[in-house]
């Protein structure tokens, strides 16, 4: 596979509709709008039938200049079709795709309580319940690799096992979802708790939950699908 995309785009045999397209700016916009991303920094993207892969954020672009047809077609073989190349982490988001098969959208950030984090590279312990909304009774943070890699990618995707977030040492975060909504639902909830992880640490190690009470929050998590509060 190549490191890059084509410099020259070649269309996959599939497009993505308008409505897909303008959902996605919502999403990038609504990213903004929420404090986890500044400027043309962080990227999303939405799952497309193969022989596409994904629709995707441009690169470079900020989100309030973008409209919905530079939105980037890109294909599992990082083919692509678009007014623009596509976000630099297109690799990241394809190869969260082709190893989490529920994954549905992706969002990447550099949010700035995630990212105060991942520069600590902290994996986050089970110091909330809320964790377990993640998957588990951490969200880890993956090892360092320099941005736009294969070298992150393969950090990222192992840093996900069993879980829908992680954080990306000395860069930020990515969460993914069912669909745009709910991985934007997920990114925000998750900056919530990285910033109440780095508030309750300027009091001092915080007490954190055991294996057994983490466990029984999952198990209801899994009952319910979604927290009661
Ligand atoms: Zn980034």
Redesign the pocket.
């Known amino acids: 596979m190549s490191a890059e995309a084509s410099a020259q785009p070649t269309p996959p045999d599939a497009d993505a509709g308008p409505e897909l397209r303008a959902a996605l700016l919502d999403t990038m916009r609504a990213m903004g709008g929420a404090g986890l991303n500044v400027g043309s920094?962080?990227?999303a993207s939405v799952r497309l039938p193969s022989p596409a892969c994904m629709l995707i954020t441009p690169s470079g672009l900020p989100a309030e200049r973008c409209r919905p047809e530079d939105m980037a077609v890109v294909g599992a073989d990082g083919n692509w079709r678009g007014l623009f190349a596509p976000s630099s982490?297109w690799q990241l988001h394809r190869d969260i795709y082709a190893a989490f098969p529920d994954a549905g959208a992706i969002l990447?950030?550099?949010a700035p309580f995630a990212t105060a984090l991942a520069c600590q590279r902290l994996d986050i312990p089970p110091f909330h319940y809320m964790i377990a909304r993640f998957g588990g009774s951490t969200v880890r943070c993956a090892r360092y690799a320099t941005?736009g890699t294969q070298a992150l990618s393969d950090a990222a995707v192992a840093a996900l096992h069993q879980r829908s977030a992680c954080l990306?040492a000395n860069?930020?975060m990515v969460v993914f979802g069912r669909e745009l909504q709910h991985a934007l639902a997920l990114a925000i909830e998750f900056e919530t708790l990285c910033e109440q992880y780095w508030r309750t640490l300027q009091l001092g190690p915080p007490v954190l939950l055991s294996t057994e009470e983490m466990a029984e929050v999952i198990e209801r998590f899994r009952w319910y699908g979604k927290p009661r509060g």
């Open positions: 920094a962080g990227n982490e990447h950030a550099h941005f990306l860069h930020g």
